[in-house]
């Protein structure tokens, strides 16, 4: 990384109900607007995992267990390199009820289904392919103004 460049770390967890298949989502009110799954920042000292842990019981109030590794998204700015990078994970192991409402927005349980044809301002749909499995990493370009490009690897 050049001098200059940034780097910020951040999760992104699936949480699926094994008796329902459904999926918590939540809707985003604040940055980045729209459907999402729990996740936020990687705080100092703190692990991937642990800080996946820890933001999805902020947000959701669910206790999540066996998180797995489903991807990592890199957005990369075009003009001074920083990056915003996303570590993805999915779980079926939890225990809680789901909140209603978080800091960040509403809350709910959604099927595959109801997620994968419900707009949402923020393209959230694209990240899906990541965790329902075909690939493990994906790469968006952006500058200041929107999105460049956005592919898989």
């Known amino acids: 990384m050049s001098e200059g460049e940034s780097v910020e770390f951040t999760n992104m967890v699936m949480v699926t109900d094994p008796k329902t298949g459904r999926i918590a989502v939540i809707k985003r009110v604040r940055s980045w607007r729209g459907l999402a799954f729990p996740g936020g920042h990687v705080e100092r000292g703190e692990s991937f995992y642990d800080s996946a842990v820890r933001e999805v019981y902020e947000e959701t109030g669910l206790t999540v267990h066996s998180l797995e590794s489903c991807g990592i998204i890199h ?79």
């Not at 800091?103 to 899906?128: A, C, H, I, Q, V």
């Open 75 to 153: 957005w990369i700015h075009v003009g001074t390199g920083a990056r915003y990078i996303v570590m993805c994970y999915k779980t079926d192991d939890f225990s809680g009820s789901l909140k209603h409402t978080c800091d960040e927005g509403s809350l709910k349980w959604m099927s595959r289904e109801e997620l994968e044809s419900t707009p949402s301002d923020n393209d959230f749909k694209k990240y899906l392919p990541l965790f329902f499995g075909g690939f493990c990493e994906a790469v968006g370009l952006h500058d200041d103004s929107k999105n460049l490009d956005f592919r898989y690897i």
